[in-house]
């Protein structure tokens, strides 16, 4: 099968489809007659995409060697992935025949670090955004071209030596997404609704000290309905968690998910009125439509000149856990003082959050592409 001229690799976590996707939709819409391959590493991958790409001819969803087949899974569903780093080299004899490979995780450009010989394109695009954004990965230079989504975040990657040339702000690519999870009624009634979203790295996360409590806090009052939905990667690494929310799950006003594509897709920042949590993009998405934060300090940090913890002027920040509640009720009384700071914050790192972004990250290929040769 020959392949196409540009490739999207769909090989890791399922968080990444929304960042990645839409550029998938504007190229097939701007160029019906260009062919694209989408890489992809499971079945659950595989039922997503395909779903989505039916009316789409010029668009192949092809298995990844490697490639792993999850029975009794449901649709969107977390999957256990396949070993990367094999796949990578496995895919990497057939990714040399296509000309642009865009990707939108840091595992995929070990293929332009450890063979800078191969003749094809990779561009990376975001998918962390905010202040602790992890940009010093050298994995990241070897891309040939590099999506953010703000000024500041390009301003970050030219301070440490990515040459101007090939890095672009475009906007925020998720915002663009339209396969979101259809909405549904949670909560039998119309109470506020908060989601705790703990990160999912231990020095970042407040799970590892408080979050067992912060559970136990949330499931014993009432004035709120509670979503629980953890990053996919501290399921992974704290197995613990699933047994401490599975002891709330059937509470009324809690709504446990740790495996449905929904965690990934947008829905719940979208549906949630108040945010608790530490320190994520998550956040930053959150705060699109500006609304009540509460941050958790567990770790008891000097966090107010930090710059890896600028989000935390956009709301209280707990530092003991028996004012937990009390910032909660306090919030939306409060938010007035902060919305000016969450618009800027917002602002600052997604820039434009219409959804056009997509389309910048779209015309950003079709140029890589146009520099480069076709193959035979």
């Not at 969803?61 to 087949?69: D, T």
């Not at 040399?96 to 332009?112: D, F, G, I, K, N």
């Not at 979050?211 to 709120?224: F, H, K, N, S």
């Not at 990053?231 to 446990?256: M, S």
């Amino acid at each position: 099968m020959k392949a196409a001229p540009v490739a999207f690799l769909f090989l890791g976590e399922t968080l990444l489809i929304p960042h990645l996707f839409p550029i998938v939709e504007v190229l097939a819409d701007l160029r019906p007659d260009l062919p694209l391959d989408l890489w992809v590493s499971t079945s659950i991958h595989e039922e997503l995409l395909t779903g989505w790409t039916d009316q789409l001819p010029q668009v192949r969803v092809r298995r990844a060697p490697g490639f792993r087949h999850l029975a009794h899974t449901a649709p969107g569903e977390r999957p256990a992935l396949p070993p990367k780093l094999p796949m990578l080299l496995r895919l990497a004899p057939r990714l040399a025949r296509t000309r642009v490979v865009v990707c939108a995780e840091q595992t995929s450009l070990w293929l332009p670090r450890l063979f800078p010989f191969l003749r094809v394109r990779f561009v990376k695009t975001s998918h962390g955004v905010g202040s602790m954004s992890a940009r010093d990965d050298r994995r990241r230079m070897a891309a040939s071209y590099t999506l953010v989504p703000s000024e500041q975040e390009r301003a970050t990657y030219l301070a440490r030596g990515m040459a101007p040339e090939r890095i672009e702000a475009t906007g925020y690519v998720k915002a663009a997404f339209r396969q979101r999870t259809p909405a549904q009624a949670l909560f039998a009634d119309d109470r506020p609704v908060l989601l705790y979203t703990p990160h999912w790295q231990a020095h970042r996360s407040s799970w590892p000290v408080w979050g067992p409590q912060v559970v136990e806090q949330l499931a014993r009052q009432r004035d709120w309905n509670v979503i629980l939905a953890p990053h996919q990667r501290l399921i992974e690494r704290a197995p613990e968690v699933r047994d401490v929310l599975a002891r709330v799950a059937n509470l009324p006003h809690v709504h446990v998910d740790l495996d449905s594509f929904a965690t990934v897709d947008g829905s719940y920042t979208a549906a949630a009125d108040l945010y608790l949590g530490d320190t994520s993009s998550q956040l930053i998405e959150f705060l699109i439509r500006p609304r009540p934060a509460v941050f958790l300090n567990a770790h008891a940090r000097d966090w107010v000149d930090d710059p890896a913890h600028a989000m935390w002027h956009a709301g209280e920040v707990v530092n003991d856990l028996a004012d937990l509640l009390p910032a909660i009720e306090r919030a939306p009384a409060r938010h007035a003082d902060f919305v000016a700071i969450q618009h800027d914050l917002a602002t600052a790192a997604l820039g434009d959050a219409s959804g056009a972004g997509a389309a910048r990250a779209a015309d950003a290929v079709l140029r890589v592409l146009a520099n480069t040769e076709p193959r035979r």
